[in-house]
């Protein structure tokens, strides 16, 4: 087949991915529908390409948002309830805490509590998330849980570098969490402030579903050792995820369509995620307990996240790498005129393998401040803004990668 035939083939199909994925309803979000229905086609597309495959259901919560209130006398405010939160209805006292030292001395046992200022600089993590799990985030739980107020709200700072372009965005997004917490930006919080002592109504509405989910591990050849390549298949909440990470699944897809007649030393694995951006990573976690004696197997892994993006290029990273595998790398990459060296970043599924000191390459954009800043975590995140031959280069660069390392590993 000529390049450009071969390109242009790929490209084709790179789209109806992305589209398919993208389209499914209502979302992506770990547990929903769609997300089963994403994961359903991803596992059977790979499958017709020869690779047996691993779709072993776990537990997660899928969740409903309703609607949300918050009033004071004849003032309303506008206010979300958090992804996962228990609902109430609640009419008492509110108190204000804007440090954790307040957070300590203040009483609010029963009452309507206002986060708002530096407490709120940051999401905090999941109760019982392993990965990362800071002292202080641990603290601010005992003391909500301790001191149980009736509800919570949260008036959150922009802080694109960290959750992307979503604002406002919730503090607490847990189903391991039972108070109820919704959350607004920082300027209707103020507002809310401004009434404190004063007696407010928080009817906040929203469903726990207990569903389940998988991730896709999809496996080829017999070799004793195995090279992981792997992507995130849901999306943040009701999101489309073109680009977070519609894109690094169609090029999980397309790579195992370009390795499929390949014969190889080393198994291949395939991993779609499933629950990247979902509070439990309940997709890292069952990979962890299934597949972690496995781990000293792994010669390499490599993660695809945002990959494909219409302005700049594609960056990868190492992580762990010896020197010569990192020229290995770059001399296959120098190749393709859309792929460049980036800087290390830290909140992707390749960090599993990294804290488990298994060599990692990460691909990404190098557009990822923009992205964060503009597009992530929103509703602009829509195949509109993905550039198919991109993603067709990165399946392309990691083929011929993925063989070379084969031969001389």
Excluded at 253 to 277: H, Q, R, S, V
Excluded at 357 to 378: E, G, R
Aim: charge should be positive; charged fraction near 30%; include cysteine.
């Amino acid at each position: 087949m000529k390049k450009d035939n071969f390109q242009n083939e790929y490209a084709i199909k790179a789209g109806k991915y992305i589209n398919k994925f993208c389209n499914v309803k209502p979302n992506r979000q770990t547990g929903s529908k769609g997300n089963q229905e994403a994961t359903k086609f991803f596992a059977e597309t790979i499958k017709s390409f020869g690779y047996s495959i691993d779709t072993t259901p776990f537990k997660c919560l899928d969740y409903k948002k309703g609607k949300s209130s918050l009033q004071q006398g004849k003032n309303k405010f506008d206010v979300k309830i958090s992804s996962y939160s228990k609902e109430c209805n609640v009419t008492d006292e509110l108190i204000t805490v804007s440090t954790i030292e307040e957070l300590e001395k203040v009483p609010f046992t029963g009452k309507i509590l206002l986060m708002i200022g530096e407490i709120c600089n940051e999401s905090l993590m999941p109760k019982n998330f392993v990965f990362y799990n800071p002292d202080h985030h641990k603290k601010i739980y005992k003391l909500l849980e301790d001191k149980k107020p009736a509800a919570i709200i949260t008036a959150m700072t922009k802080r694109p570098e960290l959750v992307g372009a979503l604002y406002p965005f919730p503090l607490i997004e847990d189903g391991d969490f039972d108070i109820p917490i919704v959350y607004c930006t920082e300027e209707e919080g103020k507002k809310i402030a401004s009434q404190t002592g004063k007696i407010f109504t928080l009817k906040a509405n929203g469903k726990r579903i207990p569903s389940t989910a998988s991730n896709i591990v999809a496996k080829k050849g017999d070799g004793h050792k195995k090279i992981v390549i792997c992507a995130h298949i849901d999306a943040y909440g009701s999101t489309p995820g073109a680009s977070d990470n519609a894109s690094g699944t169609t090029v999980l897809l397309l790579l195992a369509e370009m390795l499929k007649g390949e014969i190889t030393k080393n198994k291949i694995e395939i991993l779609a995620f499933n629950g990247e951006d979902n509070y439990s990573v309940g997709g890292q976690m069952d990979y962890l307990r299934r597949y972690e004696k496995e781990f000293g197997k792994t010669l390499i892994s490599i993660n695809i996240d945002d990959v494909g993006f219409k302005k700049g290029k594609t960056a990868y990273s190492f992580y762990g790498c010896e020197k010569k595998m990192e020229n290995e790398a770059e001399d296959v990459f120098k190749k393709y005129n859309g792929l460049v060296r980036g800087g290390e970043w830290y909140q992707g599924d390749h960090m599993i393998f990294v804290q488990n000191k298994i060599p990692t390459i990460a691909v990404t954009s190098d557009q990822t401040v923009y992205l964060m800043k503009n597009i992530t975590h929103i509703e602009k995140d829509i195949p509109e803004i993905l550039n198919m031959e991109k993603i067709v280069e990165v399946a392309s660069a990691l083929k011929e990668f993925i063989i070379k390392y084969d031969q001389i590993n």
